[in-house]
Nanobody, 123 residues
Framework: QVQLVESGGGLVQAGDSLRLSCAAS????????MGWFRQAPGKEREFVAV????????NYADSVKGRFTISRDNAKNSVYLQMNNLKPEDTAVYYC????????????????WGQGTQVTVSS
């Protein structure tokens, strides 16, 4: 089992930055591929960013490329999402997720999820 706890959300204005953190604990959590997803009210959960165990492969949704940066610190069992130049359309609950095996951009293929952290961007 892997437990994930997100933090760092909040209410910001358009153009501001936030850094989300995801603390992982449990069995070999540092070996998992880690992803960030988000879900806005009335919408399906969508992929935001993913990073493999070594950090050697990273990918982003087109909507956040150039603004968001995913990183991980395996020594601290943590994953981060640096979000710059935030836009109102980034408003959502952000979830950290973990999976074993190959990289995936599909939420259904992730095994473990955090409780989510709210990000609200005002215009």
């Amino acid at each position: 089992q892997v437990q994930l706890v997100e933090s760092g959300g909040g209410l910001v204005q358009a153009g501001d930055s936030l850094r989300l953190s995801c603390a992982a604990s449990g069995r070999t959590s540092s070996t998992y591929t880690m992803g960030w997803f988000r879900q806005a009210p009335g919408k399906e959960r969508e992929f935001v960013a993913v990073i493999i165990r070594s950090g050697g492969l990273i990918n982003y949704a087109d909507s956040v490329k150039g603004r968001f940066t995913i990183s991980r610190d395996n020594a601290k069992n943590s994953v981060y999402l640096q979000m710059n130049n935030l836009k109102p359309e980034d408003t959502a609950v952000y979830y950290c997720a973990a999976k074993s095996g190959v990289i995936s951009y599909t939420s259904g293929q992730y095994d473990y999820w955090g409780q989510g952290t709210q990000v609200t961007v005002s215009s």
